[in-house]
Every structure is written in structure tokens, then in C-alpha cells.
């Protein structure tokens, strides 16, 4: 993700960032974007495919951050959790074989090895990321429903949905 990273102006949130791909499961970098095939670009259901999911959700925020006038360190937060948004998608630690309920919650499971209040992120924007993520799901993750007036959580849910999307291809050059 070191193009993914550039895109992150805060030292201490790419560096966050950083630290919690180095914990991201090892099935998370193999594993195809849809356990079954019937969601997202066939492209995408194949080895790998999770990881080529990610970078068309941040290349997705990235564009709405501009749009929406979203910059600065919200923008920064915007990218962070649109990286991390599918690191427990089948589980933590391990891997379940097919997308958990309740995956941007073990999300936090994960960051504990990367994240100490007081040598990487304030918790200002560790709360922050943490909610992106928390929320990403949309109503599709029961019970963590986005409140659809909350600007930043919009963009990460949206820039995952329309990336899942098999009818819209997101080219990532």
C-alpha cells in the first residue's frame, strides 16, 4: 500500500497506518474480495483480490475527499480507514473462510498491537479511524447502522460500496 500511504499528509496517521498493515492477518493478503463470487468485480474474486478491493475504495475516497472538500487530517483519517476497513473481514485471528459480521468491530483487536496512546496517534484520531471503520459496513453490518449525516463515515461506507459494485469497474493507474 505505499501509494495508498503517499496519499496520508500526517506523519503520526501513515505511521499508525504503517504499523497496523505490518499486524493485518496473513489471510487478508491472499484472499479474494467474496468468499462466494457473487459480490464484487470478477477481477477482484481471485488471490489477491482483497488487497486490489482496498486500493479501489481508498482510490474511491480519495476522489470524494476532493469533491466533498474533505482535507486535512479528516482526510487523512478518511484514507487510514479505508486501507485498514477489510484487514478482519474473515475473522480475527484467524481466518473463518467467509466475510464476519461485526468485522470492522475486531478491527480493534487487531490495532491493539500497533496502537499506545502515547508514542503514535492521539486518541482524538484513533477515535476517529476507529469509528470509520466501525461503521464502514453501512446497514449491512447490523448493529453498527451509519448515521448517513456523518460526513467522513459516508465516504468510507460509499467508497466500499460502489468498489464491491460488479457493474462499476474502478481502475486504480
Given at each position: 500500500f505505499?501509494?495508498?500511504?503517499r496519499?496520508i ?26 468468499s ?24 474511491i ?11 486535512g ?21 484467524n481466518?473463518?473462510?467467509?466475510s ?6 475486531l478491527?480493534?483487536?487487531l ?63
Open positions: 505505499n501509494n495508498e500511504l496519499l499528509a500526517s506523519r503520526k496517521v501513515r505511521i499508525f497506518t504503517q504499523m497496523c498493515i505490518e499486524h493485518a492477518p496473513n489471510y487478508f493478503w491472499i484472499i479474494p474480495s467474496s462466494t463470487g457473487e459480490y464484487h468485480p470478477a477481477d477482484e474474486n481471485v488471490e489477491g483480490g482483497k488487497v486490489l478491493h482496498t486500493k479501489r475504495v481508498v482510490n475516497a480519495n476522489h470524494l475527499c476532493e469533491t466533498l472538500l474533505v482535507r487530517i479528516e482526510r487523512d483519517c478518511v484514507i487510514a480507514a479505508s486501507i485498514m476497513h477489510d484487514f478482519c473481514v474473515d475473522g480475527f485471528p481466518d473463518t473462510g467467509h464476519v459480521t461485526g468485522h470492522g468491530y478491527w480493534n483487536e490495532v491493539r498491537k500497533a496502537y499506545t496512546k502515547n508514542d503514535i496517534l492521539d486518541d482524538r484520531h484513533f477515535k476517529v479511524i476507529s469509528r470509520l471503520i466501525l461503521l464502514h459496513m453501512g446497514k449491512y453490518d447490523a448493529p453498527y447502522y451509519l448515521d448517513y449525516d456523518d460526513k467522513l463515515a459516508c465516504i468510507v461506507h460509499m467508497s466500499d460500496y460502489i468498489a464491491s459494485r460488479k457493474n462499476i469497474l474502478v481502475d486504480i493507474k
